[in-house]
């Protein structure tokens, strides 16, 4: 794996990439408290497979750049910070797969930048837009999504999941997967990731920047149709998600044009992790 930085929408990314060099890309978005390394079990079975496999770390995480201020984790701005991975690359209509905040980000890709997307590989995120209402009008939704709102509290969740070598951050991990589904060897690579200069509160950001657009959002919903996605989707879905409920599995196929789901009867909300070669199986077989 090649290790470089690259310049995009204001910020320095830092990106590893894999596979052959004229390889079919295919663009890797992490999501929370990940890094690229939350895609290891993927790049290597992808670029055997012949793809150009790109991995950021995204904004705030790990050695890439962390703005200071809410305001510069916005979805529609992280979402730039992938159209300009693609056009350093060259890349003109991306193939992409996104878990967790990188699904939604490569959902938002689907919804603001559709002409630059070829197909989309979702990873136990809904539609946007079905989250939002989920959270508004379900109560099993909300009392899953406790920790957004708790993380919105400044400073003091810092210190919550940065005391004792990040403990707290590291048992919230954990517990959500199942016993095998990170190791010793794991966690030590997370905690060298959250340790850098000013993450923590840049990788807090992403959710609250997203809680003040959805509270605007959420007003408006019933005065705005649910945004469509054009582009082939396959969602894979763990189903013991802690933290999101696979009933919004198909209200999301439901606004998608060409859509299909895989559920995971024993995944946790880490389904790459959890079913790795059955996961890589499918993104082969549709990201081909």
């Known amino acids: 794996m090649r290790s470089q930085f690259i310049e995009t929408n204001g910020v320095k990314l830092h990106v590893v990439t894999d596979g052959p060099e004229d390889g079919t890309p295919v663009i890797l978005l992490h999501g929370f408290p990940e890094f ?69 980000i490569a959902w938002t890709l689907a919804l603001n930048h559709p002409r630059r997307l070829e197909k989309l590989a979702i990873l ?92 605007q959002y959420a007003f408006r919903r019933n005065r705005i149709p649910a945004r469509r996605v054009n582009v082939p989707v396959l969602i894979l879905w763990g189903k013991n998600d802690v933290a999101l409920s696979h009933e919004m599995i198909q209200p999301s196929l439901d606004l998608c044009d060409n859509g299909e789901a895989v559920l995971f009867e024993n995944a946790t909300h880490w389904v790459q992790h959890d079913e790795a070669d059955e996961v890589n199986r499918r993104l082969i077989e549709f990201l081909r």
């Open 36 to 104: 690229h390394y939350g895609w290891r079990k993927q790049v290597p079975a992808l670029a055997g497979a012949g793809f150009r496999v790109i991995v950021p770390d995204q904004r705030g995480y790990h050695l890439s750049d962390k703005p200071k201020g809410v305001r510069m984790y916005k979805v529609d701005i992280l979402a730039r910070d992938v159209i300009g991975l693609l056009d350093h690359f060259g890349i003109q209509k991306a193939r992409i797969a996104g878990h967790d905040w990188g699904a939604m």
């Open 124 to 215: 136990n995120v809904p539609h946007p837009d079905v989250i939002t209402r989920f959270v508004v009008e379900n109560s099993g939704q909300r009392r899953k999504s406790w920790y957004v709102f708790f993380f919105q509290i400044p400073l003091l969740v810092e210190w919550i999941l940065r005391r004792n070598n990040h403990r707290n951050l590291a048992r919230m991990l954990v517990g959500s997967g199942r016993k095998s589904t990170f190791t010793k060897a794991d966690i030590v690579e997370y905690r060298k990731a959250w340790s850098q200069p000013g993450a923590l509160t840049a990788m807090l950001n992403w959710y609250r920047a997203i809680v003040r657009g959805s509270v």
